[in-house]
Each structure stands twice: as structure tokens, then as C-alpha cells.
């Protein structure tokens, strides 16, 4: 199985990055802070004014590494690609795939909702008694709708449309009694609907910042497997949306990245102190607090989990990998559905 | 896989220092100088395949030395260090 290689992930602002014959050398302030051969990366993301030498932006692009620019609130900017590879029989069935995407929407979606059904009985069942009862009944109402809507997804005919509506009423359950999974008493850490763009407080800054990170690893898992990232099946295409990317990510999200902030929250790794709020209500993570973040999220991608449909153990941060190989392959014809990715 | 090359290079006669530098650059293209003359290389086969023709080009056999300990897929843990100079953990989070 392919290796899982490090992030490297550049916050200090002013830091410089350059090449010294096959390894990359993270200065700040003129002092070698890293030095890492180039094959151990799988990728760099640099946060704010970084410095990268043209040697080094060249060297990277020769290997396959993605080189990504996030700007100081972590919002996306830039993302430097060597030539475009892979196979053009892949990118055609593909594009064709998307023409008919009903069955691959299917399980996208299927899989995204049973995901989001997990971590609420997850929460249920790890401490499902702290709940007040109208708050318990809540959550199980939720469940149990989620798991009609499951039922819907698997076996209603109706397009493309139809799972498109389920999926979003499956977000507004969930999303609804997500508030309820948070543990700290908190005020400034409550969860009151999804807000991006800019996110408006805590929970949604942290989601969104995590969203980003995810977003990245399965545009790079797209195109490692020579997939188009912004060609998608869930997601329309957009100019400059990874429609693609966001498809390979719906699954994904609601274990690696929204149990991921209930964590960071719920076990006070992240306080109030470490949001800051901007002129027109935007909310930020800190410096510090997106350091954590990173650390918490490095992490979390080496946790292993057993994947059901390869049978194999694989770290949580090379699913997004199996997932695009999973769908190439079924591109190509070798697999009749597309199988996605379920937590256990 | 992780190898531990540490190496020996005569630097009195002719060109010695040329392959010192030489067979430490190799060594430090692929993995992290740990001591003066001993790295640890975390590489694949064909990697390790690549690095091991580079050194041995290098050399001089009748006077240097290059010794490979492989440590196997999980290495890390058979390593353990004591004193000044830690390295860093290039599988851990990677945050400057």
C-alpha cells in the first residue's frame, strides 16, 4: 500500500523555504528551523507571507508535490501544479461519468449520511447519560429520521435531484442537534447553524478551517489518481470549484473533520481564548490555536481504521486515496459501483 | 524502511575530502544526519537501490568504509536516543 506521507505546514510568518540538493530547508529569521528530503513530503502548505525559492517551487512540482498557499485566515489562495498526468482514458470516463452520475451520487451520499448517523450514536452512546432528556430524544429523533432518509437514498429511483435534496436535509438534521454534541458549558462555544464565508463564530470558524485542510487532501488524492479534481458528480461544475474534490470530501467530513472539532472542544484542547472576532462578525482561529489544530489534525490522519470494502488497515489519512483509486476504478470499468467509505 | 549508513572516509590522501563531502551530500539527500558520520534514511527499495549505487560510486574501497544497518519497516521504534542534539521526527507533525 502506498505510503502516507507528512504535511509540512509553514505558519511562521516571514518564514523561507528553498532547496538544498534533495531536501527542503525551513529558515526563519536566517536559522534552520527543518531540514526533510523531499521524499518523505507529500506535501507543503504555507500560511500568510512565506517565502518559497523558485528552486524549490520547481523541485517540488517535479515530484508530485503539492505546493498550496492559504493566506493568513486560512482561506485557500493558491495551489502550484507540475504538468498535468495521468491517464486521458481515465479523464474521459470521467467526464462521461458525470453526464450520469445517479449511482456514484448514490453512494456518495449514502455514505455521508450513515457517517453523520455514526457520530451522533457515537455521542449517544459514549455519553448519551449527561444528555438532558429533551436533548437525548432530540438526537435519537435524529438518528432514527437519518435513518429513513438512508432507506430513501438506498432504494428511491428519482435522479440525481432527489439525492441531492436528501443530502441537504440530512445536513439540516444533523446540523441541528449538532450543538447538542458539545460538552463545554461555554457560551462563546456554542454551535447555532452553519455560517461560512465568513464563518460567524467559534465552531464554524474551526469546521471551516478543518473543511479547508480536508479539501486539500482530497483535491491531492484527485489528482494522484489522474482525476480531474473540478469535474464532479454531487457538486456541479463550477469554474474554479474542485467539484470533485468536495464529492471525495462529503464522505469523509463528518469523521475526520466535525468529530475532530467536538474533540478539540470537548476536551478544552481549544477555548474561547483562542478565536478572535474581526470587524463584520467574522470569527478566526489564532496563531496558536491553528498550530494546534495542525497538530491535532497530523494526527488524526495516522489513526488506522479497517476499510471495509479493501479490507485492509489503512491510516485515516490515506482514505481520500483509496477513495479516488476506488472510483478510477470503477471508471475504468473493473469495479461495477462506486464504493464508498463508511465508519465503523 | 529505515537504514542507519554510517561511514568512514580517509581525508589524508588526494581527493579525500572531495568524497567525504561527496558521500555526506548522498547521505543527507535522502535521510537526516543524526551524528557526524551516521544518518538514519527512511527509504523504499528502489530508493535505497539509488542511494546504495550513488555511495558505493563514491568511495574509495581501499581506504573507506560505509556500514548499512537495516532496521526494518518499523525502525523508529528500535531506535532510541540520549543526550544533546535531538532530530526531528519527520513522521511526526510538521509545523514551522
Given at each position: 500500500m502506498k505510503k502516507l506521507l507528512n504535511t509540512l505546514y509553514v505558519t511562521t510568518e516571514g518564514a523561507g523555504l528553498r532547496k538544498d540538493g534533495e531536501n527542503l530547508v525551513a529558515e526563519v529569521d536566517g536559522a534552520e528551523r527543518a531540514r526533510l528530503p523531499l521524499h518523505r513530503i507529500g506535501s507543503v502548505v504555507a500560511v500568510g507571507a512565506v517565502y518559497v525559492s523558485p528552486?524549490?517551487?520547481?523541485?517540488?512540482?517535479?515530484?508530485?508535490?503539492?505546493?498550496?498557499?492559504l493566506d493568513r485566515q486560512g482561506r485557500f489562495e493558491a495551489r502550484v501544479e507540475g504538468p498535468v498526468s495521468g491517464n486521458v482514458l481515465l479523464r474521459r470516463a470521467q467526464y462521461r461519468a458525470a453526464e450520469q452520475p445517479e449511482e456514484i451520487v448514490r453512494s456518495i451520499v449514502s455514505a455521508k449520511v450513515a457517517n453523520?448517523?455514526?457520530?451522533?450514536?457515537?455521542?449517544l452512546r459514549?455519553?448519551?447519560?449527561?444528555?438532558?432528556?429533551?436533548?437525548?430524544?432530540?438526537v435519537e429523533a435524529a438518528v432514527e429520521r437519518l435513518a429513513r432518509i438512508l432507506r430513501r437514498v438506498a432504494f428511491e429511483a428519482g435522479g440525481v435531484d432527489v439525492l441531492r435534496g436528501a443530502e441537504g436535509e440530512a445536513a439540516n438534521l444533523y446540523f441541528a442537534v449538532f450543538d447538542d454534541l458539545i460538552r463545554v458549558p461555554d457560551p462563546a462555544?456554542?454551535?447555532?447553524?452553519?455560517?461560512?464565508r465568513p464563518p460567524l463564530d467559534a465552531v464554524n470558524a474551526l469546521l471551516s478551517f478543518l473543511y479547508t485542510l480536508l479539501t486539500h487532501d482530497c483535491r491531492a488524492a484527485a489528482e494522484a489518481n489522474g482525476l480531474d479534481p473540478a469535474v464532479g458528480f454531487l457538486h456541479r461544475d463550477r469554474p474554479g470549484r474542485p467539484s470533485f474534490a468536495l464529492d471525495l470530501m462529503e464522505e469523509l467530513r463528518p469523521v475526520l473533520a466535525d468529530r475532530l472539532a467536538l474533540s478539540l472542544i470537548n476536551r478544552r484542547q481549544l477555548s474561547t481564548r483562542d478565536f478572535e472576532t474581526r470587524d463584520g462578525g467574522a470569527v478566526l482561529l489564532t496563531d496558536a490555536a491553528r498550530k494546534t489544530v495542525l497538530t491535532a489534525w497530523q494526527e488524526r490522519k495516522k489513526e488506522e481504521r479497517r476499510h471495509a470494502f479493501v479490507d485492509e488497515v489503512a491510516p485515516l489519512g490515506l482514505v481520500p486515496h483509496l477513495q479516488a483509486q476506488l472510483l478510477a476504478r470503477h471508471l475504468r470499468g473493473d469495479l461495477d459501483a462506486y464504493p464508498p467509505w463508511f465508519w465503523k | 524502511m529505515l537504514v542507519?549508513?554510517?561511514?568512514?572516509?580517509?581525508?589524508?590522501?588526494?581527493?579525500?575530502?572531495?568524497?567525504?563531502?561527496?558521500?555526506?551530500?548522498?547521505?543527507?539527500?535522502?535521510?537526516?544526519?543524526?551524528?557526524?558520520?551516521?544518518?538514519?534514511?527512511?527509504?523504499?527499495?528502489?530508493?535505497?537501490?539509488?542511494?546504495?549505487?550513488?555511495?558505493?560510486?563514491?568511495?574509495?574501497p581501499a581506504h573507506d568504509s560505509l556500514r548499512y544497518y537495516h532496521l526494518g519497516a518499523n525502525g523508529q521504534r528500535r531506535v532510541e536516543h540520549v543526550g544533546a542534539k535531538p532530530n526531528l521526527d519527520l513522521d511526526g507533525p510538521l509545523i514551522v
Open positions: 528552486a524549490l517551487i520547481g523541485a517540488l512540482a517535479r515530484g508530485g508535490i503539492a505546493l498550496v498557499l453523520q448517523r455514526a457520530v451522533l450514536q457515537r455521542a459514549d455519553h448519551g447519560d449527561d444528555f438532558a432528556p429533551e436533548r437525548r430524544s432530540a462555544l456554542r454551535f447555532r447553524g452553519r455560517s461560512r | 542507519l549508513v554510517t561511514y568512514d572516509v580517509r581525508t589524508s590522501d588526494a581527493g579525500g575530502t572531495k568524497r567525504l563531502r561527496r558521500v555526506a551530500k548522498a547521505c543527507r539527500d535522502y535521510g537526516q544526519r543524526v551524528q557526524y558520520s551516521v544518518f538514519e534514511i527512511e527509504v523504499d527499495p528502489a530508493q535505497w537501490a539509488a542511494l546504495r549505487a550513488r555511495l558505493e560510486a563514491v568511495i574509495d
